[in-house]
């Protein structure tokens, strides 16, 4: 059985991704398919990490090849520093920063 994402797998994810400690970590209070955290680094950034369980994997590939089809039409879209749909913990992660949402 799969993990569910937490704060704290938020934060490693975000560390893994960015290099960097992560100082803070909140989930945001809406949403009802994945789990969205802001995540504050040392470095003074922040990012929003969005995950999902392994059942959603599908939901979160559609929603990367939208974005990816869409930022091809110059719309205005967060960048996503990180994408990984297959972590060996079966967790699924995007990073993208904060202020883009």
């Excluded at 999902?52 to 996503?80: C, F, K």
Aim: glycine letters at 4%; aromatic letters at 8%; proline letters at 5%.
């Amino acid at each position: 059985m799969a993990a569910v994402p937490n704060e704290f797998i938020a934060a490693q994810a975000a560390e893994d991704a960015m290099g960097c400690k992560t100082t803070a970590v909140r989930r945001f209070p809406t949403g009802n398919h994945h789990y969205v955290y802001d995540v504050f680094l040392i470095d003074g950034r922040n990012i929003v990490v969005r995950m999902a369980t392994p059942d959603e994997r599908e939901s979160m590939a559609g929603a990367l090849a939208w974005n990816n089809r869409l930022r091809n039409l110059d719309l205005p879209l967060p960048a996503i520093y990180f994408s990984n749909l297959y972590r060996r913990d079966s967790l699924r992660a995007e990073l993208c920063r904060s202020g883009e949402l």
